[in-house]
């Protein structure tokens, strides 16, 4: 799925994002909790307002798992394994819609918001396949 | 019918108000193409789009893309009208041209990033959920009449 070139362009994106994970990550999940309400359902046990330190938490962990997974694209349902186990068996978020769609078009916004036109098409194409790939490997073993 | 609080139109109306349709449409279609390539199947004559370069400097994509966000707008100025005013449209897009409507949302959460890109920060988290509300009730509006 992913050419060497895909590789490429989201490791770079990458880089540019390293100083600012957590900020990445709880943009990321305040705008899919203002776009999407229905994933708000995931998290009963948190406190959702803007800039809760719940949220800043939980962002940064969910870039982090993002950045172990650009550092093995390779490799990635090795990596992702137990984050696949945890999903399936423990979360169990709406498989096809929650990470591919819902958390990736958030990325992405967040990403262009901050890259403007170095979000290229290229880039942007690139991600949408890295989310994709990364959605797949944690649905891998939900049934 | 779909509600639209004041605050809503007011975030709408604002952005609309800042975007250049012709580029803004011209980029959101030829990201459609180049992400999702396999909705090139739609687009068979308009010459080369075997590049994210060549697509991008496709005069057909650039002016059908212009169309398309242009058309958009017409849901703007309509928001509490839309399946009346999307209804032939609709029709077009099921009896002529055969699209399968996932592929609106496609075009609405890639137009959703173009505006991202060129608004940045402007483009808060409450603009972005206003503007994903409007993308899929227009998507919704444009497969409302399929059959």
């Known amino acids: 799925m992913l050419t060497a070139e895909d590789k490429k362009l989201v490791q770079q994106v990458w880089e540019k994002v390293s100083g600012h994970q957590e900020d990445v990550g709880a943009e990321t999940l305040e705008r899919m909790f203002a776009a999407y309400p229905q994933t708000k359902t995931y998290f009963p046990h948190f406190d959702l307002h803007h800039g809760s330190d719940q949220i800043r938490g939980h962002g940064k962990k969910v870039v982090a798992a993002l950045g172990k997974a650009v550092k093995n694209l390779d490799n990635l349902s090795q990596a992702l394994s137990e984050l696949s186990n945890l999903h399936a068996y423990n979360l169990r978020v709406d498989p096809p819609r929650f990470p591919s769609q819902l958390l990736a078009q958030c990325l992405q916004v967040v990403l262009a918001v901050h890259l403007g036109k170095d979000y290229t098409p290229e880039i942007h194409s690139a991600v949408d396949k890295f989310m994709s790939a990364v959605a797949a490997v944690l649905a891998e073993k939900y049934r | ?147």
């Not at chain 2, 209804?87 to 996932?102: A, F, I, N, T």
């Not at chain 2, 993308?135 to 509006?141: P, R």
Request: glycine share 6%.
């Open chain 2, 1 to 147: 019918m779909v509600h639209w609080s004041a605050e809503e139109k007011q975030l709408i109306s604002s952005v609309w108000g800042k975007v250049n349709v012709e580029e803004c449409g011209a980029e959101a279609l030829a990201r459609l193409l180049i992400v999702y390539p396999w909705t090139q199947r739609f687009f068979d004559n308009f010459g080369n789009l075997s590049s994210p370069t060549a697509i991008i400097g496709n005069p057909k994509v650039r002016a059908h893309g212009k169309k398309v966000l242009t058309s958009f707008g017409d849901a703007i100025k309509n928001l509490e009208n839309l399946k009346a005013t999307y209804s032939k449209l609709s029709e077009l897009h099921c009896e002529k041209l055969h699209v399968d409507p996932e592929n609106f949302r496609l075009l609405g959460d890639i137009l959703i990033i173009v505006l991202a890109a060129h608004f940045g920060k402007d483009f808060t988290p409450s603009c972005q959920a206003t503007w994903q509300k409007l993308v899929g009730v227009v998507a919704h509006a444009l497969a409302h009449k399929y059959h």
